[in-house]
């Protein structure tokens, strides 16, 4: 899962929506901390919050970095859209209504308070210019189909803050569910208690066939 430096490989990304839990991961634009401030967060926290009603999925483990997001959510198979041209529990439509909300917030609170550091999220092109917050493609995005893989992910996930020095222990960073898996009180998100003792997906979409 992560290389000898405990960062997550690189891959190009396959979105496999069959019912199967995601392992995700994405970061800010050229990883910059642009999610290093309460308010930033709260606002990732609120389009979470609306995204899991919007698409149906559970969430299992979660933490805001400065700079990146880690996820382990479960888009049941049938919270999937059966139409194709639809992005209802699809990982690009979960990714859409995560980043664009957020981004957008942040682009507009900078034009509006700190139009000089807009710049740093300026993005030129032959067509256009915008503003990037967050970095192109769909980040990382691993289907896990091994239970005991989940458990070794949501401590990896949790430990994140730990490892980069930002805490002693995993409970003491509030912008991740570590304190809800140990039941502490928590103010800003709860977790699903549905994680299971195996994974079931239909067969017709698994992976290959």
């Not at 198979?77 to 664009?100: Q, V």
Request: aromatic content about 10%; overall charge positive; hydrophobic content about 35%.
């Amino acid at each position: 899962m992560t290389d000898e430096s405990g960062s997550l490989p690189r891959k190009n990304v396959k979105h496999y929506d069959n019912g199967e839990p995601h392992f995700l991961t994405f970061s800010c634009y050229r990883r910059m901390s642009l999610l290093s401030s309460d308010r930033t967060r709260q606002w990732f926290v609120e389009a979470l919050s609306d995204a899991r009603i919007v698409h149906g999925f559970h969430l299992w483990a979660w933490v805001i970095m400065p700079d990146h997001v880690h996820l382990l959510l479960w888009p049941p198979f049938a919270s999937i859209s059966p139409d194709p041209r639809s992005m209802r529990g699809r990982i690009c439509g979960i990714l859409s209504s995560l980043k664009k909300p957020v981004g957008e917030k942040a682009v507009d609170y900078l034009r509006d308070n700190a139009p000089d550091s807009l710049r740093l999220l300026r993005v030129e092109n032959a067509k256009r210019t915008y503003h990037r917050f967050w970095q192109a493609g769909s980040g990382y995005d691993e289907n896990v189909s091994e239970p005991s893989a989940l458990h070794a992910i949501i401590e990896y996930i949790h430990l994140n803050p730990v490892r980069r020095g930002l805490v002693n222990r995993p409970e003491e960073w509030p912008w991740s569910s570590a304190c809800d898996w140990l039941g502490l009180d928590h103010p800003f998100l709860r977790i699903d208690r549905t994680l299971p003792e195996t994974v079931s997906v239909p067969w017709k979409v698994r992976r290959g066939d």
